[in-house]
């Protein structure tokens, strides 16, 4: 764990060496807040297999804050079908 730097809605997991029981958790780590977390509320993480500089395989954490309707999305404009069986008017 040292090699994780701190930053705003990043965070990291990386492998237990130590654990002291059966039960002991198989990765430990931390994740930095990016906006005040109240009790029981649900934060969306997202997780990615890295590697440090030193080799040492570990999980990458982002906290995933997508909010929709926040102006955040942009959809692809809606090409309009031309050729076999499409008319550019409806019939009725």
Request: glycine share 10%.
């Amino acid at each position: 764990m040292a090699d994780f730097k701190g930053v705003p809605g990043k965070g990291a997991l990386f492998t237990n060496d130590n654990p002291k029981t059966e039960k002991s958790p198989k990765y430990k780590g931390m994740i930095v807040a990016d906006e005040d977390i109240k009790a029981g509320q649900t934060i969306k993480l997202a997780a990615w297999d890295r590697t440090t500089k030193n080799g040492n395989a570990y999980i990458s954490l982002s906290i995933d804050n997508f909010k929709p309707g926040e102006g955040n999305v942009t959809y692809p404009k809606e090409e309009k079908r031309k050729g076999a069986g499409f008319d550019d008017e409806v019939p009725f």
